[in-house]
């Protein structure tokens, strides 16, 4: 906006100039008028991969199904990389693994969405492995109340149980390599790489990140 500035002349009171002055916001940032803009880092489709720099949001695509998500499930996630020699550490004990995991991993921040009968299956699963970690507690206390050997199996049956209950329940994204900040992803189904809307805002070229 502009304001006007009038002043008389010390010859006349008759007389007047009339000036024109930008106004200017005295606590604005030097660069709030630059038009410079911060550039998003965008998705691109390798294969059955996904490749991104953080932070990455993907198109409101259900990542399994491919269907619409406006109406299903949102998820802001950060995916970690761990390069595969740390596990090498193993040999000095599990805690240098677990210390220079934290030390060296690369953080990826990534948006996605399921639409709402994906998600409703992924409630579903979770219910499953909730009921089967409390039936595992239970079948511990009766197993050393009975001492019972039968008993026993059934808990080492559902603790493994338990544990690819977990694992399918985990995180939907694997970061899978690391190269100059881009990261390559795996969890996406077909449906979703091959979906118009996916593919209309991946980008291309090898300089494109």
Same mark, same amino acid.
């Given at each position: 906006?502009?304001?006007?500035?009038?002043?008389?002349?010390?010859?006349?009171?008759?007389?007047?100039?009339?000036?024109?002055?930008?106004?200017?916001?005295?606590?604005?940032?030097?660069?709030?008028?630059?038009?410079?803009?911060?550039?998003?880092?965008?998705?691109?489709?390798?294969?059955?991969?996904?490749?991104?720099?953080?932070?990455?949001?993907?198109?409101?695509?259900?990542?399994?199904?491919?269907?619409?998500?406006?109406?299903?499930?949102?998820?802001?996630?950060?995916?970690?990389?761990?390069?595969?020699?740390?596990?090498?550490?193993?040999?000095?004990?599990?805690?240098?693994?677990?210390?220079?995991?934290?030390?060296?991993?690369?953080?990826?921040?990534?948006?996605?969405?399921?639409?709402?009968?994906?998600?409703?299956?992924?409630?579903?699963?979770?219910?499953?492995?909730?009921?089967?970690? $409390?039936? &595992?507690? %239970?079948?511990?206390?009766? *197993?050393?109340?009975?001492? #019972? +050997? =039968?008993?026993? !199996?059934?808990?080492?049956?559902?603790?493994?149980?338990?544990?690819?209950? $977990?694992? &399918?329940? %985990?995180?939907?994204?694997? *970061?899978?390599?690391?190269? #100059? +900040? =881009?990261?390559? !992803?795996?969890?996406?189904?077909?449906?979703?790489?091959?979906?118009?809307?996916?593919?209309?805002?991946?980008?291309?070229?090898?300089?494109?990140?």
């Amino acid at each position: 906006m502009l304001f006007l500035h009038r002043a008389q002349s010390s010859e006349s009171m008759d007389s007047d100039e009339t000036y024109i002055v930008p106004e200017i916001n005295p606590f604005a940032s030097p660069m709030a008028d630059s038009g410079v803009g911060t550039q998003e880092s965008g998705y691109r489709i390798q294969g059955n991969k996904l490749e991104a720099r953080t932070p990455v949001q993907l198109p409101k695509v259900c990542i399994h199904c491919g269907e619409d998500a406006n109406q299903g499930r949102s998820f802001a996630r950060t995916i970690y990389w761990t390069p595969p020699w740390i596990f090498l550490l193993l040999l000095a004990g599990p805690i240098f693994v677990i210390i220079g995991s934290m030390l060296v991993r690369k953080p990826l921040k990534i948006d996605y969405a399921l639409c709402q009968a994906c998600n409703g299956r992924r409630k579903i699963r979770l219910a499953a492995v909730s009921l089967i970690w $409390l039936a &595992l507690l %239970g079948c511990m206390i009766w *197993a050393l109340a009975w001492e #019972s +050997g =039968v008993l026993g !199996l059934l808990c080492l049956f559902l603790f493994l149980a338990g544990i690819v209950g $977990l694992i &399918l329940c %985990g995180e939907h994204f694997k *970061a899978t390599s690391h190269s #100059s +900040g =881009v990261f390559q !992803l795996a969890g996406a189904k077909a449906p979703f790489l091959e979906h118009p809307l996916v593919l209309r805002h991946s980008v291309d070229g090898e300089d494109a990140f």
